[in-house]
């Protein structure tokens, strides 16, 4: 594998389901991303690790758990979802601060 | 608050001719820009970066964007289109000190053939 994968390609859960989306980085990043991707919206970034510790928590319901056991993997642990939280997930890591970004292909979550 | 402005949704062109996609920024220093590609059912894909130095740099796929301080500007262009051109761009800027990437609404190109 290289770049950055992410698992599953496609999610449709219920409300009252728990779920957990994951991404890996095959570049040596130090920084992994969580983006939530909306029609119509620009892109929100929800959560920001650097080196496993969180540094960015951008106001994100607490339904929406991230996990970052390492450098390389990144977690986002679904529970309780509504459906305005359809969207397609994004993941992407890089290098350190001001550096580009890589993307993976991203999630498609239905929420029914 | 820092800010980008994509102000067209969609643009179409004929294929073979040439492209401008727009981005203004609202940023008090000097910014770190990206353009971004993301083709249907894709993660983003970088197409340029601006740093510093030279203000017309040179990306992937035959682009070029140009930074304008004096407009807090940084338009992509092509001066050929190709059909396999058509999806949609992101511009994007980093807040300094920062992981915090701002990225704009997106302009999502159609290519005529």
């Known amino acids: 594998e290289t770049g950055v994968t992410q698992t599953p390609r496609h999610l449709v859960m219920g409300m009252t389901n728990k779920k957990s989306l994951k991404c890996e980085q095959h570049?040596?990043?130090?920084?992994m991303y969580w983006y939530k991707q909306s029609a119509k919206k620009p892109l929100e970034l929800m959560f920001v690790?650097?080196?496993?510790?969180?540094?960015e928590n951008n106001s994100v319901p607490s339904r929406f758990s991230p996990e970052c056991p390492n450098s390389s993997h990144l977690f986002l642990h679904l529970h309780t979802l509504q459906p305005e939280d359809s969207a397609l997930y994004l993941c992407?890591?890089?290098?350190?601060?001001?550096?580009?970004?890589?993307f993976g292909p991203g999630t498609r979550l239905t929420v029914l | 608050a820092q800010s980008v402005t994509q102000p067209d949704i969609h643009i179409t062109v004929s294929e073979g001719a040439s492209l401008e996609l727009r981005c203004n920024y609202s940023?008090?220093?000097?910014?770190?820009l990206f353009w971004y590609v993301q083709s249907p059912g894709q993660g983003l894909q970088l197409l340029l970066k601006?740093?510093?130095?030279?203000?017309l740099v040179q990306g992937i796929k035959g682009f070029e964007a140009e930074f304008k301080r004096s407009q807090s500007s940084f338009n992509l262009r092509k001066p050929s289109v190709h059909w396999s051109d058509a999806a949609e761009y992101f511009c994007?800027?980093?807040?300094?000190?920062?992981?915090?990437?701002?990225f704009g609404t997106g302009t999502r190109l159609k290519v005529l053939a």
């Open positions: 992407a890591s890089s290098q350190g601060v001001g550096t580009e970004q890589f």
């Open positions: 570049l040596g990043h130090n920084a």
């Open positions: 690790y650097n080196f496993k510790e969180q540094t």
């Open positions: 940023y008090g220093a000097t910014p770190y």
């Open positions: 601006y740093f510093s130095g030279d203000t």
């Open positions: 994007a800027v980093i807040s300094s000190g920062t992981y915090k990437y701002i």
